[in-house]
């Protein structure tokens, strides 16, 4: 059987360039942390599940979000510090796909989505993994949102802190603002408070864990707005939420894999064998010393790949049927 191992790539190499040993990084100019720090994590966490075949996915232009909401992640760009950082990893972010097309890595973006839609097309039903020999697929992503794919074949993973989050986890105490009784219920209760990582505006002065509590009294959300109109929940929170309802819808049309609207297009995806030549000459371009030795034919990623690549034509399969 298959696992899969679904990386953000954007979210990670972005995030890298926070890294304070990652962002002083340069060579001739040019800012290599996010590339570096990319190309390093997907080794790392590959190496943590040896027999998985990693794919990358990378971020289109899901545009009508920021139409549904004019302050979405605009946050990014707000000081001149998050500016530079922005545009130096859009720089690199062309390097980073052709260095993971030398390392052999499964990369698949679509046009009009983010790589969060896509995560979420290719484990929405879980039902077909059996039909393509797959039984598992781990998310690698920083960004929670990507818990409401959790189920008994999905699971998620921290790139920073390597904490997993299963859907056992998530119904108990190891998650924060928990334990949530379903993916659903967190994502409902997130779109009631809001999301500050990508700048999308909730319900004021309702955090997750007032969200989750008035929802389970009341039975959902529903539920708070019909107490509301009886006259029995008479609470400045509950009347709040009623009154941003169509808040609460935007954000889960932009939050919810299941409501984005139909692409126009299926994700194209790539692939090259692993090349340990080519992967030598562009770290030299780069300047990337460190890198290139665990990049040489007999390095820490030959081994891995030598692990997970007898399951590579059944994952490509799944994706090109499913992305």
Request: aromatic fraction near 8%; include cysteine.
């Amino acid at each position: 059987m298959s696992h899969i191992l679904l990386i953000d790539g954007n979210n990670i190499g972005y995030a890298s360039m926070y890294v304070p040993a990652l962002s002083r990084l340069q060579h001739n100019g040019q800012s290599t942390g996010g590339l570096m720090g990319l190309a390093q994590s997907v080794i790392r966490i590959s190496a943590l599940f040896p027999e998985a075949v990693p794919v990358v996915l990378w971020d289109g232009h899901a545009g009508w979000r920021k139409e549904l909401c004019p302050e979405y992640k605009e946050n990014r760009k707000d000081t001149p510090e998050k500016v530079s950082v922005a545009q130096s990893w859009r720089q690199q972010q062309p390097w980073a796909a052709a260095l993971l097309m030398q390392m052999g890595v499964l990369q698949a973006r679509a046009m009009d989505a983010e790589a969060d839609d896509l995560a979420g097309r290719l484990t929405h039903n879980t039902e077909a993994f059996g039909d393509y020999g797959i039984d598992r697929i781990t998310l690698a992503s920083g960004d929670t949102d990507w818990w409401q794919a959790l189920s008994d074949s999905v699971d998620w993973l921290s790139p920073i802190t390597d904490k997993s989050v299963t859907l056992e986890t998530l119904r108990s105490d190891g998650v924060k603002d928990g334990p949530f009784e379903s993916p659903y219920e967190y994502l409902l209760a997130k779109a009631i408070a809001g999301d500050a990582s990508d700048n999308i505006p909730g319900v004021p002065g309702v955090g997750i864990t007032t969200a989750l509590k008035l929802l389970r009294h009341h039975g959902g959300l529903d539920g708070i707005g019909e107490a509301v109109a009886n006259g029995s929940a008479k609470d400045q929170k509950s009347q709040a939420i009623t009154k941003h309802r169509e808040t609460i819808e935007r954000n889960r049309t932009i939050m919810d894999w299941s409501l984005a609207p139909a692409s126009s297009e299926r994700a194209g995806f790539l692939r090259l064998s692993f090349a340990a030549a080519e992967c030598a000459d562009f770290c030299a371009g780069f300047g990337l010393n460190r890198l290139a030795d665990r990049l040489q034919p007999h390095g820490d990623w030959a081994l891995l790949v030598s692990r997970h690549i007898r399951h590579v034509p059944a994952v490509c399969d799944y994706i090109e049927a499913h992305a």
